[in-house]
Nanobody
Framework: QVQLVESGGGLVQAGASLRLSCAAS????????LNWFRQAPGKEREFVAG????????NYAEFMKGRFTISRDNAKSTVYLQMNSLKPEDTAVYYC???????????????WGQGTQVTVSS
């Protein structure tokens, strides 16, 4: 069993930066790919970024255009999302999700965090 706990959200002005963290319990963190999603009010949840087990490969949603960076520290069982040049349209609840590729197919996730609110004012 893995528990994911996000933190680092808050209220910021447009153009500011935030770093979200997602800390995982359990001893198998390095066997999971980690992903960030977000859900804005009235909208469906959307993919933001993903990182493989070692951190050597990342992928991002097109809308970020280089503003966001995902990273992980397996020694700390934590994945991060550095968000720069934030825009009001980035306002959403941000979630992390873990998938163990050996057992779970792409598009399915084994564990989700509870989310952290990011609000960007104009």
């Amino acid at each position: 069993q893995v528990q994911l706990v996000e933190s680092g959200g808050g209220l910021v002005q447009a153009g500011a930066s935030l770093r979200l963290s997602c800390a995982a319990s359990g001893r198998t963190f390095s066997s999971y790919t980690l992903n960030w999603f977000r859900q804005a009010p009235g909208k469906e949840r959307e993919f933001v970024a993903g990182i493989n087990q070692s951190g050597s490969s990342t992928n991002y949603a097109e809308f970020m255009k280089g503003r966001f960076t995902i990273s992980r520290d397996n020694a700390k069982s934590t994945v991060y999302l550095q968000m720069n040049s934030l825009k009001p349209e980035d306002t959403a609840v941000y979630y992390c999700a873990a998938r163990r590729p050996l057992f779970t197919p792409p598009g399915k996730y084994d564990y989700w965090g509870q989310g952290t609110q990011v609000t960007v004012s104009s």
